[in-house]
């Protein structure tokens, strides 16, 4: 990223010096924002009450439903796009429990998309993949498979974190800790070479061979963090298990003690499944068919309730349509706001919508995305926009202070290609921007885990993101003209240029595989 060469000036005279007569329309969205936010209820009925988002399951239907109804209530048009389908999946209950050679509940839950267990579920022991000399060796050694568990991740050399490790061990300590760890991953990775199959490949072979089930561990490095994705089993269930109750089984097999598990996993496959987005709309009076736009990922991984992903980006997109419609009811411009479906199997839905809806994107004023985290708005790109430093200044500026006095912004910076849903509409050269966010240990802890659930959420930051984004929407809306849609040559890392993104298509069709 390339800094604009007036940054340094900007900033003082964009985020430095706030204009002492304000705006009435901002006075009130700061003052509905602040006395009158409504983040808590909607947190609260969509994480708590509707739960995770997994593309194809019952709760993302219930929360395009939800999000309708809620949208209408405020009085603010809603309604659910059909843009494609997915395969339909319901997560039931897990338990997981060693019988030998002692007795405990372990910790973990089935991967989306798993198999079912047999009704009532089924024991059996665990074994660890085997170190064998090649692939012939392993088609050899697969029949030991039968009637098995089998534990298929890197188990970890230490469940402490970095982080706790730099704080209080020696320096010797740690060092040779992490090139224990270093090598330790350099065999597993050698270790799932020699079976001559690939991460979607090997646990169907197991299964194949008559596992009873598969056993993971994807460790997020951090306390009590796992990281759920999607199994690639078809016929038997596969588990994620914590890093403690994973490395406890693997010394147990290793050393000849022959742990067993009851395993019960139940899950329902519901069908083909229609997906959607959930767009809102408040209608321009003076310029209906321009739009700014408000942008935000519906969908979750289900592995918590997807509260920091993307939970946070969507109460916040509501919230300001919210405060919008009730200080600023007739804006000039169309004002849309698009929960996206499937963005996390590739920003399937806002793809659909841009393919689908080329009239928007050629009349956008800007878009606004949010999706990465609780925290407070902490970056802003221009995303090749040549002149997206004068207009976003100056709509920045009218912001409190106190919101924007960390925002770091780069001009006119780099498209962005991929990563959240931003990119869809940037690719198609329509002015969309990402407010990225504080960490708030983010990748560690909540981003696809199991811990990112409601009670992970800063509600003081999001209040300031909502004040933050309705101000920017509301001065694209009273902007007198179209924003400049002029582009820059990208630069590439190594600083020659490069082409601008390309846009993709969307799978219409998925997880049918």
């Given at each position: ?6 940054l340094g000036?900007?900033?003082m ?8 007569a304000?705006?009435?329309?901002i ?11 409504q983040?808590?209820e ?17 709760q ?25 389908e997915?395969?339909g ?15 405990r ?9 798993s198999?079912?267990?047999p009704?009532?579920?089924a ?25 098995k ?9 230490t ?5 706790n490790?730099e ?8 060092e040779?800790?992490k090139?224990?760890r ?5 065999a597993?990775?050698q270790?799932?070479?020699k ?11 197991l ?17 009590g963090?796992?990281?759920i ?8 269930p596969t ?13 147990l ?18 069908g083909?499944?229609p997906?959607f ?9 003076e ?15 289900d ?5 920091t ?12 349509m ?6 600023y009811p007739?804006?000039k411009?169309?004002?849309?706001v ?21 009239e ?6 800007a878009?606004f ?9 902490a ?45 869809s ?10 407010l990225?966010?504080l ?7 909540t981003?696809?885990?199991n ?9 003081d ?9 309705a101000?920017l ?7 007198p ?6 582009l820059?040559i ?12 390309t846009?993709r ?7 049918m595989?």
């Amino acid at each position: 990223m390339i800094k604009h060469y007036l940054l340094g000036m900007g900033l003082m005279l964009f985020f430095g010096i706030q204009a002492q007569a304000q705006d009435p329309v901002i006075d009130n969205i700061i003052k509905e924002a602040r006395e009158n936010s409504q983040l808590k209820e909607l947190g609260h009925e969509l994480l708590d009450g509707i739960g995770p988002r997994l593309v194809g399951s019952p709760q993302m239907q219930q929360a395009h439903d939800w999000a309708v109804e809620k949208y209408q209530s405020w009085g603010i048009e809603a309604r659910n796009e059909q843009w494609g389908e997915w395969r339909g999946w319901d997560r039931g209950i897990t338990h997981i429990d060693m019988v030998e050679p002692w007795v405990r509940s372990l910790s973990g839950m089935q991967l989306a998309w798993s198999p079912s267990s047999p009704e009532g579920g089924a024991q059996g022991e665990v074994i660890v993949l085997p170190d064998l000399a090649d692939a012939s060796a392993f088609q050899a050694w697969l029949p030991n498979a039968k009637g098995k568990y089998v534990m298929i991740s890197t188990p970890q050399l230490t469940g402490r974190p970095d982080y706790n490790w730099e704080e209080w061990a020696t320096e010797e300590s740690f060092e040779k800790m992490k090139e224990e760890r270093a090598e330790f991953e350099r065999a597993w990775n050698q270790r799932l070479q020699k079976t001559g199959l690939g991460r979607r490949e090997l646990p169907q072979a197991l299964e194949d061979a008559g596992a009873l089930g598969i056993i993971t561990s994807y460790w997020s490095r951090g306390f009590g963090a796992n990281k759920i994705f999607s199994a690639m089993t078809k016929k038997v269930p596969t588990v994620d298990l914590s890093l403690e109750d994973y490395g406890m089984l693997y010394r147990l097999a290793e050393s000849g003690k022959k742990p067993m598990i009851h395993l019960n996993a139940q899950s329902k496959e519901t069908g083909v499944q229609p997906t959607f987005n959930t767009i809102a709309e408040i209608k321009g009076t003076e310029k209906p068919e321009e739009y700014v736009m408000l942008s935000a990922h519906f969908d979750s991984w289900d592995g918590g309730t997807g509260a920091t992903d993307n939970g946070t980006g969507t109460i916040l997109m509501m919230e300001v349509m919210r405060i919008l419609k009730e200080v600023y009811p007739n804006p000039k411009r169309t004002i849309l706001v698009g929960h996206w479906g499937s963005e996390e199997q590739g920003l399937n839905g806002s793809r659909a919508f841009v393919e689908d809806h080329p009239e928007i994107v050629a009349n956008l004023q800007a878009l606004f995305n949010q999706d990465n985290g609780t925290g407070r708005v902490a970056n802003l790109s221009g995303q090749g926009f040549v002149d997206s430093y004068e207009y976003l200044g100056r709509w920045l500026s009218k912001v409190p202070r106190e919101i924007t006095r960390d925002i770091e912004t780069t001009f006119p910076g780099n498209p962005g290609g991929g990563g959240s849903d931003y990119a869809s509409f940037v690719a198609a050269k329509a002015p969309a921007f990402n407010l990225s966010s504080l960490s708030w240990s983010y990748y560690n802890y909540t981003w696809h885990t199991n811990l990112d659930t409601y009670d992970k959420i800063v509600f003081d930051d999001v209040q300031n993101n909502a004040i933050l984004a309705a101000i920017l929407v509301y001065m694209a809306c009273e902007e007198p003209e179209m924003v400049s849609k002029e582009l820059r040559i990208p630069l590439g890392r190594n600083g020659e240029p490069t082409d601008w993104p390309t846009p993709r298509s969307p799978t219409r069709k998925g997880g049918m595989d």
